[in-house]
């Protein structure tokens, strides 16, 4: 174990690789060649070789990042699932587009946002969607849910809930 890792750095070997590459790329810096030498496969003279650019600046951390994201996703997934999740982050993140592919959740009737939160597992329980409310961590179609007693009706939809930055569902 490194200091150079705490424990809000974790990534569960069981996430999807959308999560992973995510929780990635947002690591600190300071993690990356920490990560690279205990996770990978990459031979530790290539690491020195990728630290000493990072530190020099020839080499941005950030690329750094998405090749370190590539080798562990690869080893737990595969090498396609790898390529899906640097095309999901790079559309999200970088583009600020929905991903392509969206799970749906169908409405039945009029429903408050705070249970189709907890429905989707975008949030615990209801008192855990309407903090994330109140901490404008809710979008509907990238507009700021503020109203914790706000309903979607059909006539709504479809319509994309966002979740932070990284979970979306698509009410339909």
Known sequence: WSSDVCSSDLIGIDELP???FGKIMSMPDKTIIT???LLTDVPQKEI???KTEMISGVRNPRDVKMRLASEIITMLYSEKDAKQAETCFRTVFQ?????????????EKEEFV??????TKLAESRSDA???IEQKAVKLDDKIVEDTMLKIE???C?????????????VV
């Open 18 to 20: 959308e999560e992973i």
């Open 35 to 37: 990560y690279f030498t």
């Open 48 to 50: 020195e070789t990728i």
């Open 95 to 107: 583009k600020k587009e929905n991903p392509d592919q969206i799970r749906d959740y169908k409405l």
């Open 114 to 119: 705070l249970d189709i939160l907890v429905k």
């Open 130 to 132: 309407r903090r994330l």
């Open 154 to 156: 059909k006539k709504d």
């Open 158 to 170: 479809p319509i994309v809930l966002k979740k932070g930055k990284r979970h979306f569902v698509k």
